[in-house]
């Protein structure tokens, strides 16, 4: 166990939809990472937040958005959803940020019919 | 900016053989590097990493890398493999100071009896 707890761990929604995935970090850390992992992609660096902040962003679609809340917990917000948004969603936490070991939850399986 | 690439999408191997399992990254700038593995319906979880330092770096489950910067590479290296090192494996770089990790497309290791 990580201690990185993501919710839900399976979602089914229809194309056009929007959807909130949610993770709470380990205990202590302050950074929080978002990814999404498909069979074409691979797993892709979406957004990373440092306490309560933005630090840097990757392949982000702008139907996509994320934040993370004072009690360090994120949530990322999928929107109008497209059936080639259907992947798997990592969220990620370390203590500082800086170049050090990422703790991954077990993701959440995101199905768009 | 920073790519991974890992030349090998499967890896088959018989129980108790070596293996090494090949990683290329290019960036301008000084890298972090670090070996995942991912188990069926789970997480990653690290198996080791390059920080600084000694460029053979052990991690757990008997793995280790060798960091080698004339040819940007950091291949992962077993003795003796098991059955239970049946996995997916994935390499990523972070640059410098930035905690953001971006991955290779991943090794798929299948180890038979």
């Known amino acids: 166990d990580s201690g990185v707890t993501q919710t839900p761990k399976h979602l089914i929604t229809a194309t056009g939809q929007r959807v909130t995935l949610r993770c709470s970090p380990r205990?202590?850390?302050?950074?929080v990472y978002w990814y999404q992992q498909s069979l074409d992609q691979g797993l892709q660096f979406l957004i990373q937040y440092y306490n309560g902040e933005e630090r840097a962003k990757g392949n982000i679609l702008e139907r996509f958005s994320a934040q993370q809340f004072p009690d360090l917990h994120s949530e990322l917000n999928l929107s109008s959803l497209e059936l080639g948004d259907s992947a798997l969603y990592f969220c990620?936490?370390?203590?500082?940020?800086?170049?050090?070991?990422?703790?991954f939850g077990s993701g959440t399986q995101l199905s768009v019919l | 900016a920073q790519s991974v690439t890992q030349l090998d999408s499967q890896v088959p191997v018989f129980e108790e053989a070596p293996v090494e399992l090949r990683c290329n990254y290019s960036?301008?700038?000084?890298?972090?590097l670090f070996w995942y593995v991912q188990y069926p319906n789970q997480g990653l979880q690290l198996l080791l990493k390059y920080l600084s330092g000694s460029t053979l770096v052990k991690g757990i489950n008997g793995f280790e890398a060798e960091f080698n910067k004339s040819q940007t590479s950091f291949h992962l290296r077993k003795p003796s493999v098991h059955i239970s090192d049946t996995a997916e494996y994935f390499c990523?770089?972070?640059?410098?100071?930035?905690?953001?990790?971006?991955f290779g497309k991943g090794t798929k290791l299948s180890v038979k009896p």
């Open positions: 990523a770089v972070s640059e410098g100071s930035q905690g953001n990790l971006i």
């Open positions: 205990s202590g850390d302050l950074s």
């Open positions: 960036s301008s700038v000084s890298v972090y």
């Open positions: 990620a936490s370390s203590v500082s940020g800086m170049g050090e070991k990422l703790f």
